[in-house]
């Protein structure tokens, strides 16, 4: 054997010296809770167990999941772990150690949120309570909503998730949907504890139908889901549905009583611009439904006190005589045009009146809104033109915020449809709104 040889054989064993008297763990790493990783000695290029004669690498667990199952195995140069919390884990070799922290990420809790945009604020229905239903084999969370988009239109959403306070990021969550041809999501990795996305209605039904489908908040990490070991995957998902947008034309028609010695003018709306907002942008765009009304309310003169009481007559359920001759001498001749009847003096004291289903008119009377006017002037407007639509009340018995539902199984005042002047819808009033043929 040559002088030179000699020397390389020599050098190999003092370099294979300095390596094997190092201890090296690797960098610390953070993981979703669920996923493994591995740990090594980035230096090594084995992961053989250690052999006789070789000097050993030792794995133990400093602090964190004790159970040592979830360790591949504790002699290998490069152990597989799954750690259900954050841990840490010491590497001997040669006498030497050195450790290593893999950080588990573990959300605790997962929402949507909606952010309405300046050009049009589509509608959010967080009523519907998923509570322990089974959908697709999942469980989902009280936090779900349901989100109406019109179809051709943009829309934002965010996420906003719960991270236990000893880990830190990526929040490992992912975004899925059942429908990847309406959903225009830029990245659908999670990278923030609050993260929007944007959502562009492209339905592949171009018809006037709504369109539905989901998007999933999964549990995981670079598209792949994550069973973590505890069993529970969390997750969370907002139904969405696409209408094609309703336009009602509307024109609000104010009604005053002529007669000889019985005559009385009704009041109207104080500002129709606001009156067209309140209806448009604070209720109806919730089903993706605008109402055009006319730039001029006009003005009926007509003889309808039939019985000469000084009031309308209101009945029960249908339109009363009185009501029928307003109907037939002040409606708009087109077909096409809803009616909003301004009348004042209603027999019953009642805020309006309409029929279930018409389609045509409503009846508002202007003089009985004394409480948040003018809110509950334009609040009754669109509760009275719901049931021109099919709307029912969320309740049986005389409302007041008060009774049981009939609709949905417990009352709900936040509801347009109810007494309370406020001006939700939900979903299922949206579907209302938008009979499929």
């Not at 050993?56 to 667990?61: A, E, M, N, R």
């Not at 309570?129 to 779900?144: A, L, M, P, Q, R």
């Not at 000893?166 to 041809?181: G, I, M, V």
């Not at 959502?199 to 592949?204: M, R, S, V, W």
Request: charged share 20%; proline share 6%; aromatic share 10%.
């Amino acid at each position: 054997m040559n002088v030179k040889r000699i020397w390389f054989l020599l050098i190999l064993v003092l370099l294979g010296e300095v390596v094997v008297g190092q201890a090296n763990a690797g960098p610390d790493q953070t993981i979703c809770k669920g996923q493994k990783t591995t740990i090594d000695d980035p230096k090594s290029g084995s992961n053989a167990d250690c052999v006789t004669g070789a000097t050993p690498y030792v794995w133990t667990i400093r602090s964190g999941d004790m159970d040592m199952s979830h360790i591949s195995c504790t002699t290998c140069v490069k152990p597989v772990v799954k750690p259900i919390k954050t841990t840490k884990y010491r590497l001997t070799h040669a006498g030497k150690t050195d450790d290593v922290e893999v950080k588990v990420n573990e959300i605790t809790d997962v929402k949507f949120e909606e952010i309405p945009t300046k050009k049009w604020k589509w509608g959010i229905d967080n009523w519907k309570n998923f509570g322990s239903v089974s959908e697709d084999g999942n469980i989902y969370n009280t936090k779900d909503l349901i989100l109406s988009i019109e179809k051709g239109q943009k829309d934002k959403f965010k996420i906003i998730t719960t991270i236990n306070p000893n880990t830190q990021e990526p929040t490992c969550l992912f975004l899925q949907s059942t429908n990847a041809d309406s959903l225009l999501v830029r990245d659908s990795a999670i990278k923030t504890k609050s993260h929007e996305f944007e959502l562009e209605a492209k339905c592949n039904n171009n018809n006037s139908e709504p369109c539905e489908y989901k998007i999933w908040a999964r549990y995981g990490k670079g598209g792949e889901t994550i069973q973590p070991a505890n069993g529970n995957n969390p997750i969370s998902k907002v139904d969405v549905v696409e209408y094609k947008k309703r336009v009602i034309k509307a024109e609000i028609i104010v009604v005053n009583q002529v007669a000889t010695g019985n005559n009385w003018s009704s009041s109207s709306v104080p500002s129709l611009a606001d009156a067209i907002s309140y209806i448009n942008d604070s209720v109806y765009h919730q089903a993706v439904l605008y109402w055009e009304i006319e730039p001029i309310i006009r003005i009926c003169n007509c003889n309808f006190d039939v019985n000469q009481d000084t009031f309308i007559d209101v009945s029960n359920g249908w339109t009363s005589r009185e009501m029928d001759t307003v109907i037939k001498y002040c409606q708009n001749p087109n077909p096409d045009i809803f009616n909003i009847f301004m009348v004042d003096n209603p027999s019953d004291s009642s805020l309006g009146f309409s029929d279930i289903d018409n389609e045509r008119y409503a009846f508002i009377h202007p003089d009985m809104q004394f409480n948040n006017f003018p809110i509950s002037l334009y609040n009754t407007m669109c509760h009275e033109a719901g049931h021109a639509f099919g709307l029912h009340h969320p309740f049986d018995g005389p409302g007041s915020c008060v009774g049981t539902s009939r609709d949905q199984p417990y009352i709900d005042p936040s509801n347009v449809m109810d007494y309370c002047d406020n001006p939700k819808l939900r979903k299922f009033q949206w579907d209302i709104l938008h009979p499929t043929p």
